[in-house]
């Protein structure tokens, strides 16, 4: 008998969308309809939109490389209704009055926390990376080992509302150059007290948010997005945003109610039933909101 070695099981990007009925029904997936998702990571929502009615087309967007291969296999057998584009959805150029809905999955995808190397998650020892676009230069490490003690403990309170900010930021700038995300998780938990340090959530879980956002600038991109996303919708059509932290969502609530050609459907967001938590924790965080897009009134120049 010949010896097998074991095989290490790839991390793939997870299929599991979340609020899945909530989404189709809240974008009115119609046949002949045409969508676009800026985020499509694994393909989850954009199968479904896919499959919601005959004839649907879609443009897929996802700045990560992985994303995009992962997607065009999920997505192989819907053949020419499927177009990919490589693109941040802030740096997307949104064709005017284009698509019958737009969607944005804010969540971290399953595949960024599970695969080390990306340096997502301090589950794994992996360099402290956290780019989601990896053709650019800025870094988690970067971030961590080079910006002062001030930026530090600012950033950690606004993007990660870590109260215990400015300590934790004071023991990084002592024991830098970090190199993995397990020496700075380590860091962390050993800078906050003992009753916060073996807390339900881990001490250091509020500064990778933290460090997430600021490397790939994702609240600004997220204002940016939801400036432009509505011109490349018809008159009637749907932006649906999914987010997952109170960030985000006070973005979002705050980016579509001010914008002046769309009406807000959702006085509070949606969110998942709890037979859906129970079969995917990740939605327990999910918050859903939609708006449509209104016909212009009387007004002759674009």
Do not use: C
């Not at 990007?13 to 309809?33: A, C, D, K, M, Y």
């Not at 284009?98 to 080390?116: E, I, K, M, Q, R």
């Not at 001030?150 to 002592?174: C, P, Q, T």
């Amino acid at each position: 008998m010949t010896k097998t070695s074991p095989t290490i099981e790839e991390p793939i990007f997870s299929h599991l969308p979340v609020l899945p009925q909530e989404v189709i029904t809240g974008l009115v997936v119609r046949p002949g309809g045409r969508y676009l998702d800026v985020t499509v990571g694994g393909g989850g929502h954009s199968r479904l939109i896919l499959e919601a009615a005959p004839d649907v087309r879609l443009t897929a967007v996802d700045q990560d490389g992985d994303a995009l291969t992962a997607a065009k296999k999920e997505l192989a057998e819907f053949g020419e209704q499927v177009k990919f584009v490589r693109s941040n959805f802030a740096a997307y150029e949104f064709p005017v009055a284009s698509f019958d809905g737009v969607l944005a999955d804010l969540g971290v995808s399953s595949y960024h926390l599970d695969t080390p190397e990306r340096g997502f998650s301090f589950r794994h020892q992996a360099s402290l990376d956290m780019r989601m676009d990896q053709r650019q230069s800025l870094s988690a490490a970067d971030v961590i080992n080079d910006w002062d003690e001030v930026e530090l403990a600012n950033i950690f309170f606004k993007y990660g509302e870590e109260r215990l900010s400015r300590r934790i930021a004071r023991r990084i700038v002592e024991k830098r150059p970090f190199h993995t995300t397990t020496e700075l998780a380590e860091a962390i938990a050993s800078s906050v007290p003992p009753k916060y340090r073996y807390a339900r959530i881990h001490p250091a879980t509020r500064v990778f948010q933290a460090l997430r956002i600021v490397v790939n600038d994702e609240l600004k991109s997220l204002e940016t997005f939801i400036e432009k996303a509505p011109k490349a919708l018809v008159p009637g059509g749907r932006i649906a945003i999914i987010s997952f932290h109170s960030l985000e969502d006070r973005l979002v609530k705050h980016g579509l109610r001010n914008s002046p050609s769309l009406k807000v459907l959702t006085k509070k967001p949606i969110i998942a039933t709890e037979a859906e938590i129970a079969n995917n924790p990740r939605s327990r965080s999910a918050k859903l909101r939609i708006a449509e897009k209104q016909a212009e009134m009387g007004n002759t120049h674009g």
